[in-house]
Nanobody, 112 residues
């Protein structure tokens, strides 16, 4: 059983920055792969970024060069989001694929 908790969402103006955090808790594991998804109103949930157990990051094309995923432990990751655009507005979810566990989501709104 793995619990996943996100934090750090909010309202920001276009061109601004936010940092999301995701912490996974539970026993029986140390370093795990973790991913960030987002879902905008009326759209499907999409993969934004992920980081493998080996620390290798991946990004969807629309956020490359603006978002950075990182970890500071095997169970906590961050998503640094810079140069935010209105189209980045969505609920952002953290996902642990090895355990099929989702967080509750955190709202990110980019608006003037």
């Amino acid at each position: 059983q793995v619990q996943v908790v996100e934090s750090g969402g909010g309202l920001v103006q276009p061109g601004g920055s936010l940092r999301l955090s995701c912490a996974a808790s539970g026993s029986g594991f140390s370093i795990i792969a973790m991913e960030w998804y987002r879902q905008a109103p009326g759209k499907q949930r999409e993969l934004v970024a992920g980081i493998s157990r080996a620390g290798i990051p991946i990004y969807t094309d629309s956020v490359k060069g603006r978002f950075t995923i990182s970890r500071d432990s095997g169970k906590k990751v961050y998503l640094q989001m810079n140069s935010l655009k209105p189209e980045d507005t969505a609920v952002y979810y953290c996902y642990v694929p090895d355990y099929s566990s989702w967080g509750q989501g955190t709202q990110v709104t980019v608006s003037a």
